[in-house]
Structure formats: structure tokens, C-alpha cells
């Protein structure tokens, strides 16, 4: 049986877990020439000093918590990234109109409810390209094909059922920090961080690093803090442009 580690609030160390089997070149799914590496430290989101790859372990036999603070635009760069690796990727989300270059790659976006009212009538998932229901998709993850779980739903409306099982994590997205996210942030086993402003700087369990340059990525777990550079490929400007965070 796996513990949950404790989350970012705690500040306990946690053991070291194995990530789940991957292959160690991937290709993008839309035919692409983008080729992204994963292995033993997770999906590489962008590159670190001396060119070291940036690499963020999603994945792992419990159910994962993150929560990313930024960009929409960067959120589905994150989903594309993760696309490549053959997981499954699902969107939960107000604004299905805006995940319209992940939904073409065949990711299931499912509407939310903006209010009360509306989550008495939930609509159906839909793709762009048919305008149809989609029948089935997984409910939850396995060490060969894990699960992200992308809750883009209004941040203070009804919460939506989210999944709680092995090989699954959970991404929040939040294009601004404020106090009414605390105890989100302290719950979350991992936080993606784009350029903060310093009041949201001052909601974070841990510091980070001051005035950082536009395309940095700040990765944050109990393992610590890191940086990185975004390094937006070609192919992914087409989709997402810069993914650069507006402030």
C-alpha cells in the first residue's frame, strides 16, 4: 500500500518515487518534428541552466495534486508536452472554445457549469472537429499510460468531482494568486509557477526566485525549488504562441 506524502505545506522530504514506464523519445502527436525526452525525472517542460533539462515527474502510484499559476496559454503548452508522452489528458472546463488546439489532438474537454443553475443541465464532451458526444474516456490512470486530469472550472464556484486514484494527477489552473487560494496551494503536492507578482509571491509556502526572466518556469515540491526556461518549439508557437504570462 502507498502513502500519501505529505503536501507542500508540510515540509517534510519525501521518499523517492519511481516514475511510471515511458518511452524515452516521443513524438508529437499532431506529425510534428517536435520530439521531447522523457525518462527518470518526469516530463521535460524546458531547460535549466547549462542546457539541463527541466524534467517535472507528474506521475506516480498515488493520486497527485498540482496546481499551475499562469498563463492559459502556457497550462495547455503543459498539456500538449504531456500529450507527447502518450498519457491521457482530460480538460474540465468553462471555456471550452479556448482548449480548442488540445481538444483537435483528441483530448476530451468536458464543460462545467458556470453557476447552480447551469449544473442542472451538464453538457456533453465534445471535439471541435464533431461536434459529438465522446463515449468513453478513462477515469483514471495506470503506471503505463497515467492520467492528467486538467481542472480549468471557475475558481470559486462548485467544485468539481475530481479524481483520487493511482497514476492520476490533477492540474488546477489559476491565472492569478490571491489569498482565496491558500489553502489550494498549501494542499498541492506540486506547484507550476510562471513569473509571480510579489503579493502572489507572498502566498507561497516556499521562496522563489526574485524578478525572474518572462519565460521562466518555477517548479516547486517538496524536493524543493527549481527554474527553468520555457524553450517554446516552432511547432508549439503555432498553437500557443509565446505562452508567455501577461502581468
Not at 524546458?46 to 506516480?60: D, E, I, K
Not at 488546439?101 to 465534445?126: D, F, N, R
Not at 516556499?206 to 516547486?220: F, G, I, R, S
Amino acid at each position: 500500500m502507498t502513502r500519501r506524502r505529505p503536501p507542500l505545506a508540510a515540509h517534510r522530504p519525501p521518499s523517492e518515487v519511481s516514475p511510471g514506464a515511458v518511452p524515452t523519445q516521443v513524438v508529437s502527436t499532431s506529425g510534428s518534428a517536435l520530439s521531447l525526452r522523457v525518462g527518470g525525472d518526469g516530463v521535460v517542460l524546458g531547460h535549466q541552466s547549462h542546457r539541463v533539462p527541466l524534467g517535472v515527474r507528474l506521475f506516480r502510484p498515488a493520486p497527485t495534486r498540482a496546481v499551475f499559476v499562469g498563463s492559459l496559454a502556457c497550462a495547455q503548452l503543459i498539456a500538449f508536452r504531456v500529450l507527447t508522452t502518450g498519457a491521457h489528458v482530460i480538460v474540465s472546463t468553462a471555456r471550452p472554445a479556448k482548449w480548442a488546439p488540445i481538444a483537435a489532438h483528441g483530448t476530451p474537454v468536458q464543460p462545467v457549469a458556470t453557476t447552480p443553475e447551469a449544473a442542472t443541465t451538464p453538457e456533453a464532451t465534445t471535439t471541435p472537429e464533431t461536434s459529438q458526444p465522446i463515449a468513453t474516456h478513462p477515469k483514471s490512470g495506470r503506471r503505463t499510460q497515467p492520467l492528467l486530469y486538467i481542472d480549468d472550472a471557475p475558481p470559486y464556484g462548485r467544485p468539481p468531482d475530481l479524481p483520487t486514484t493511482p497514476w492520476t494527477t490533477t492540474l488546477t489552473i489559476r491565472e492569478a494568486l490571491t489569498h482565496r487560494e491558500a489553502a489550494l496551494v498549501d494542499h498541492a503536492d506540486l506547484l507550476l509557477l510562471q513569473p509571480l507578482t510579489p503579493e502572489e509571491t507572498g502566498l507561497l509556502p516556499q521562496k522563489t526566485e526574485p524578478h525572474p526572466p518572462a519565460d521562466t518556469l518555477t517548479v516547486m515540491s517538496n524536493h524543493g525549488v527549481r527554474h527553468g526556461r520555457l524553450g517554446v518549439t516552432p511547432v508549439e508557437h503555432h498553437y500557443f504562441g509565446s505562452a508567455l504570462r501577461g502581468r
